[in-house]
């Protein structure tokens, strides 16, 4: 049996070190895998949901409880595992899927998987699955992977051309699903490393982001027009500030149609959300304070939009809790809508109605494609 009832729960700071830093902030559960904490934001700290599990229990009594560790070696390294609280709860509630050997091969595998598949936490090439997405202009391929030095394309790297799906959105849609599930049939998508290059209407970009969810890892390019180059340029200590409107205080609990505006390239303004859907309760933008084509610089600015989307989608469904279907109008460069498809829960949010701008038409935006959502049955 074990030397005493159960650890004091002082880990030393080595062991705090050790087991953040192999896990990369990350949660060990395989299904999971998240960065357990959540970046600060103008007004708010920091939010730590890691939790330092145990293999085998703490006390003698607790999950797993079969253990002859002595009780001077519950809390190191060895009998500890980084998992977020969900999972956490998982693994100690079911304890004889989840037994100690399971979680020392989950937390060896994990650790395995950072080793391999996150180059940007260590030194030396690493190789991307690069996508080059194109419809009317092509995209040189060769040129575009210069941003990707010194780490090079794979092998099964490939060009998703669209230029002759015109506007058939759906077959677009199921035409890059299919691609991607081809190269990620032999693994998992979170084993999958993804450097994007997009050059194509919104609704294609967006359509990408959503199949390749935020699960594998993905790197974002943004072609630089007046630069010709995809390299991003290297970040200035300027705050970029991210301005949403709309969003009301209260929770509105009625079956409502809401528009998400995202106003980065140039303005989209209400009357051309009215041109296209007049019953549409409520209009959101997130925008910066001078739309601009040329806005997008570093990729840091393509960050800061990333963690403004997330913040909006989760107030638009504690705000719009039976919302039917939201309206998602972008004017933004083509990574930035990648990242927004990215974001798109189907699990979790209603049906999302694309549109596309359309600048020769009278009506500047048309529906493009439908993203089924939760509510859609």
């Keep these: 049996m074990a030397n005493g009832k159960k650890s004091t729960r002082k880990y030393a700071p080595e062991t705090v070190k050790l087991l953040w830093g192999r896990a990369a902030g990350r949660c060990a559960f395989?299904?999971?895998?998240?960065?357990?904490?959540?970046?600060?934001?103008?007004?708010?700290?920091?939010?730590?949901?890691?939790?330092?599990?145990?293999?085998?229990?703490?006390?003698?009594?607790?999950?797993?409880?079969?253990s002859d560790i002595p009780v001077e070696e519950r809390d190191k390294y060895d009998n500890l595992i980084l998992l977020c609280r969900n999972c956490h709860k998982k693994v100690d509630t079911q304890t004889v899927k989840y037994n100690c050997d399971i979680l020392k091969k989950m937390k060896h595998d994990h650790e395995t998987w950072v080793r391999d598949n996150l180059p940007e936490r260590g030194k030396g090439k690493r190789s991307?699955?690069?996508?080059?997405?194109?419809?009317?202009?092509?995209?040189d391929f060769n040129e575009a992977i210069t941003a990707l030095e010194?780490?090079?394309?794979?092998?099964?790297?490939?060009?998703?051309?669209?230029?002759?799906?015109?506007?058939?959105?759906?077959?677009?849609?199921?035409?890059?699903?299919?691609?991607?599930?081809?190269v990620c049939q032999e693994k998992?998508?979170?084993?999958?490393?993804?450097?994007?290059?997009?050059?194509?209407?919104?609704?294609?970009?967006i359509s990408l982001g959503h199949i390749l969810t935020n699960r594998p890892r993905v790197r974002l390019f943004q072609y630089h027009r007046t630069e010709q180059k995809w390299q991003w340029n290297d970040e200035t200590d300027y705050h970029y500030k991210i301005?949403?409107?709309?969003?009301?205080?209260?929770?509105?609990?009625?079956?409502?149609?809401?528009?998400?505006?995202?106003?980065?390239?140039?303005?989209?303004h209400d009357k051309d959300?009215?041109?296209?859907?007049?019953?549409?309760?409520?209009?959101?933008?997130?925008?910066?304070?001078?739309?601009?084509?040329?806005?997008?610089?570093?990729e840091r600015q393509l960050f800061e939009v990333i963690k403004a989307t997330n913040d909006v989608f989760e107030r638009c469904m504690s705000s719009f809790p039976n919302a039917t279907k939201w309206h998602l109008f972008?004017?933004?460069?083509?990574?930035?809508?990648?990242?927004?498809?990215?974001q798109i829960n189907p699990t979790m949010f209603p049906c999302i109605q694309l549109?596309?701008?359309?600048?020769?038409?009278?009506?500047?935006?048309?529906?493009?494609?439908?993203?089924?959502?939760?509510?859609?049955g």
């Design 355 to 376: 549109y596309e701008f359309m600048k020769s038409r009278a009506q500047r935006y048309l529906p493009s494609l439908l993203l089924k959502g939760d509510s859609s």
């Design 128 to 139: 991307w699955i690069a996508i080059t997405l194109q419809d009317k202009i092509p995209i």
């Design 188 to 205: 998992d998508s979170f084993d999958c490393r993804f450097a994007v290059f997009p050059l194509s209407s919104i609704t294609s970009c």
């Design 330 to 342: 972008c004017a933004v460069p083509a990574p930035i809508a990648v990242a927004i498809g990215q």
């Design 30 to 66: 395989p299904d999971c895998r998240i960065e357990v904490f959540d970046d600060d934001s103008e007004h708010d700290p920091v939010v730590n949901f890691g939790e330092m599990a145990h293999v085998s229990p703490s006390s003698d009594d607790g999950p797993r409880s079969v």
């Design 150 to 182: 010194p780490d090079y394309p794979a092998d099964n790297s490939f060009v998703l051309d669209i230029g002759s799906g015109g506007n058939a959105f759906d077959k677009i849609y199921t035409n890059i699903a299919l691609r991607i599930a081809r």
């Design 243 to 268: 301005n949403v409107t709309g969003i009301p205080e209260e929770t509105i609990e009625d079956n409502v149609e809401i528009a998400l505006c995202f106003d980065i390239s140039e303005n989209i």
């Design 273 to 298: 959300v009215f041109e296209v859907r007049k019953d549409i309760n409520t209009i959101i933008h997130i925008s910066i304070p001078k739309p601009s084509k040329l806005w997008l610089s570093e």
